[in-house]
């Protein structure tokens, strides 16, 4: 089993910096990725951000591309997600998840990810 405990939301200006943490505790050294999952009122859970250990490859959702960084230190399993230039429709409820070893992973799929956190919200004013 593998734990994670998000923290680092808030409440923020439009044009602000927001870090969200991901820490993770338990059976962490099987993990082979972590993504950085939101989810906004009546939408569905879309994919933000993830990272493969192995290798450090990273994906990016088009629309943070070149303001949000995924980053983890695997010393104290902990992903970060450094987000800048915050907009209000970066509102929502942001999630990190772990993904075990398999034999195929798609990064943008939150159904290849088998532990989640509960939430931090993340609200953007404008």
């Known amino acids: 089993q593998v734990q994670l405990v998000e923290s680092g939301g808030g409440l923020v200006q439009a044009g602000g910096s927001l870090r969200l943490s991901c820490a993770a505790s338990?059976?962490?050294?099987?993990?082979?990725?972590e993504g950085w999952f939101r989810q906004a009122p009546g939408k569905e859970r879309e994919v933000v951000a993830a990272i493969r250990w192995t290798g450090g490859r990273t994906y990016y959702a088009d629309s943070v591309q070149g303001r949000f960084t995924i980053s983890g230190d695997n010393a104290k399993n902990t992903v970060f997600l450094q987000m800048n230039s915050l907009k209000p429709e970066d509102t929502a409820v942001y999630y990190c998840?772990?993904?075990?070893?398999?034999?195929?992973?798609?990064?943008?799929?939150?159904?290849?990810?088998?532990?989640w956190g509960q939430g931090t919200q993340v609200t953007v004013s404008s």
């Open positions: 998840a772990a993904k075990l070893p398999s034999a195929y992973y798609d990064a943008r799929r939150a159904g290849m990810y088998e532990y």
């Open positions: 338990g059976r962490t050294f099987n993990t082979y990725a």
